[in-house]
């Protein structure tokens, strides 16, 4: 009885840390030469601006959901239409959501570490490419 405790005890401290370390990061949206701005729009016309990696592979442009919260992820799958601001840069694209082979691809040329998917708590990582229109 006391290991399952202990073992309950752990489970929750982690959950808690995943959660402190998620929201901050949405809170803060840090950013750096390597991120970039992806402005996409909900069901009912508002824009949400979100703070995302800058992914390469293959000469394409990526970003990838890869927190629990992906409110942005949703919304560009629903409204593909995206505007993105790279470096200063804004453009119109197309968020492609990207499966298989290319998929594979891109998660090899843009790996994360272990310690970022146990700060982040393990979750499915989607990829979606920005095709500039």
Known sequence: MKA???IAISFLVYVGMVV???SLLGFFQPTSQGTL???TTDEDGTTNDRVLASLESD???YVAANHWPRAWYKQALENPSVQVDVGGEKG???AVPITGEEHDRVNRDNSTGFVFH?????PPRY???LDPR
Do not use: H, M, N, S
Request: glycine content about 8%; overall charge neutral; charged content about 15%.
């Open 4 to 6: 399952a405790k202990i």
């Open 20 to 22: 402190v370390f998620e």
């Open 37 to 39: 701005v992806i402005t």
């Open 59 to 61: 000469g394409q442009l």
């Open 92 to 94: 119109d694209y197309l």
């Open 118 to 122: 146990f700060l982040t708590g393990f």
């Open 127 to 129: 990829f979606v490419r």
